[in-house]
């Protein structure tokens, strides 16, 4: 008997109001880094119609120009049109910043403190965090996420570019893809919302997208005559972006992670240093089950670990094969113990964590990118060796 399912992941463009949140708070993580790589950034950023709120506690040396920081954000997403009341040059700045608090600062620093029970670096909460990975995509991502992310670069792609100059900055997407057993065997549905000048017509932008953007990117195998495609439901989408809705930092922490597939613990990633577990652990984690997929000790894998906070050691580590391993899992538990530390201090050092690289991970998810330490397979040897 055949298992058969839907399975929906969404993602947001750039120009996303969260989006444009989490690219302020990131870019100025970065800036913090590239001078001052010990710098503590815990950095939450509101924006709505004509106003920017960066607020949070940021303890570093860098010398910092909030405001030049936030702008240069904002343009290069692409908020630079004289009909956006969100606008690059024109949105009123508002910082409240404070340092990190001593009482957390002294769990997090690699130093003895009263009361605290090891000199070791801990962790900078407590909480849990999860990583994932599956067979579904060369990435080894789960294939509806990875599906959504690529409309939204393309469509990223050809605004930045100019070639549809109609094209405005705010877009989501999403893709409902048909499951048989286990696999993604077809697309039954694909959302696309853009925002876009007044001028266009709602027939043009429908042909744009399913004839320049969806089956340009999406695979043309799993795409029938029984896909749906639904351009700007709604039927108008001109006023977006900040304008249009309120924008949060950490608010799409589904988007940036797995898509719902695997699960979240619940700490956003964006503003944060890597002494905060809720981002660097999510990064291990992904680390880890990357390897064991790649390893072909599992067809699907989620790890999940805890910390409690100041303290160095996790206080559980999790891994769920969904039935799919090759060995037993007590097996794989053991070799990831030995190949992996997940310390805080080992995981930044071990994921080289402290440069200014966030500015890459924040739009299209933070996995199944190229070039990001997380994202590579060099444990797969040593953990074979190991089982």
């Not at 590239?34 to 939450?44: I, L, Q």
């Amino acid at each position: 008997m055949t298992d058969r399912y839907i399975f929906s992941s969404e993602s947001v463009g750039e120009g996303h109001p969260d989006k444009v949140a989490d690219t302020i708070s990131d870019a100025v993580l970065d800036a913090c880094l590239t001078t001052d790589k010990y710098s503590r950034v815990a950095c939450e950023t509101f924006v709505k119609s004509n106003v920017v709120v960066i607020g949070g506690e940021i303890t570093t040396k860098a010398k910092l120009d909030f405001e030049k920081i936030a702008r240069n954000a904002i343009r290069e997403i692409g908020y630079v049109n004289d009909d956006d009341v969100f606008h690059a040059d024109k949105v009123f700045i508002n910082l409240l910043v404070t340092q990190q608090s001593p009482d957390i600062a002294q769990g997090v620093d690699a130093r003895k403190a009263v009361g605290k029970k090891t000199a070791r670096q801990g962790a900078g909460d407590q909480g849990l965090m999860f990583g994932y990975a599956s067979n579904e995509t060369p990435e080894l991502m789960p294939a509806p996420i990875m599906f959504a992310h690529r409309l939204g670069r393309e469509l990223t792609k050809i605004r930045k570019s100019g070639a549809v100059p109609w094209l405005r900055p705010d877009a989501k997407s999403q893709v409902s893809v048909v499951y048989e057993n286990g696999k993604p065997v077809a697309i039954s549905n694909v959302v696309i919302s853009t925002q876009h000048a007044e001028s266009v017509k709602h027939g043009e932008i429908e042909r744009f997208c399913i004839e320049h953007v969806i089956r340009k990117v999406l695979p043309a195998k799993m795409l029938s005559d029984k896909t749906q495609f639904l351009i700007n439901p709604t039927g108008r989408f001109v006023i977006g972006g900040p304008q249009g809705d309120t924008g949060l930092t950490g608010r799409k922490i589904i988007v940036d992670s797995y898509g719902g597939m695997g699960r979240h613990g619940g700490g956003a990633f964006s503003g944060k240093d890597p002494s905060k577990v809720d981002r660097s652990a999510a990064y291990m984690g992904r680390w880890v089950a990357k390897n064991i997929v790649a390893a072909k000790l599992a067809e699907r894998c989620e790890v999940q670990f805890a910390y409690a906070i100041g303290h160095p050691d996790p206080v559980s580590v999790h891994i769920d094969t969904f039935g799919t391993s090759a060995v037993p899992a007590s097996k794989i538990v053991r070799a990831v113990n030995r190949v992996f530390s997940f310390q805080p201090a080992d995981i930044i050092d071990q994921l080289n964590l402290r440069r200014p690289i966030y500015s890459q991970t924040t739009n299209y998810g933070h996995f199944g990118k190229k070039g990001l330490t997380w994202e590579a397979t060099d444990k797969v040897k040593a953990l074979l060796k190991a089982i």
